[in-house]
């Protein structure tokens, strides 16, 4: 399937084409360069999250997981103990699974270290493929890549969690390592 034309005339990828939270992200945010080392963990840390669950749970939750995790600063993030993530356990504005509150934990003082090196961001940045996918159709549409396996590989070496290939092409996806809107959507460059 191709970019489908919703009701205000704009041709889209067919996952943004009706109003609400979806489109406002596919329109304004999805595919757009992010800078700085939060706005890299909280993809990260959200797409993680994502894991399994549907993209709009945690849109919807957005705001609540920037509360909880306090703008995505490494350092407060790094500096949470068992009580603190007992008490995100409890927080039902947010995705409540062990796993993923322990795997940000760990990711945020993983990022912490890399400052020693060359930053979560610029080793994101170091994966970008060379020759980016454009896709004219969602069968054509990756989930996976070469880059995105390998990012997940250099990460694990370096004490992330919950940084498999799969998770990994969304985050270069949603922060516009390269641009994946479908050929023919209105985004499509626009990045």
């Not at 596919?26 to 669950?53: C, K």
């Not at 749970?57 to 993530?85: M, P, Q, S, W, Y």
Request: with cysteine; glycine share 10%; hydrophobic share 45%.
């Amino acid at each position: 399937m191709g970019p489908l034309v919703g009701e205000d005339g704009v041709a889209r990828c067919p996952w943004g084409g009706g109003p609400g939270v979806m489109r406002d992200y596919h329109d304004i945010e999805w595919g757009n360069r992010v800078r700085g080392e939060a706005a890299y963990l909280e993809r990260l840390t959200l797409e993680a999250f994502q894991s399994g669950l549907s993209w709009s749970t945690i849109l919807n939750k957005r705001e609540a997981f920037r509360e909880v995790f306090h703008g995505f600063d490494a350092d407060r993030i790094a500096a949470f103990d068992e009580a603190d993530e007992a008490r995100l356990m409890q927080e039902a504005r947010i995705v409540r699974n062990r796993a993923k509150i322990s795997a940000a934990v760990v990711n945020a003082r993983a990022t912490v270290a890399l400052r020693d090196a060359e930053g979560l961001e610029a080793l994101v940045l170091s994966f970008a493929p060379d020759d980016p996918p454009a896709p004219r159709t969602t069968e054509e549409m990756q989930t996976t890549s070469a880059e995105s396996l390998a990012l997940s590989k250099a990460l694990k070496k370096r004490g992330f969690a919950f940084v498999g290939p799969t998770t990994m092409f969304a985050l270069m996806e949603a922060i516009g390592i390269f641009d994946p809107h479908l050929v023919g959507c209105f985004r499509r460059g626009a990045g």
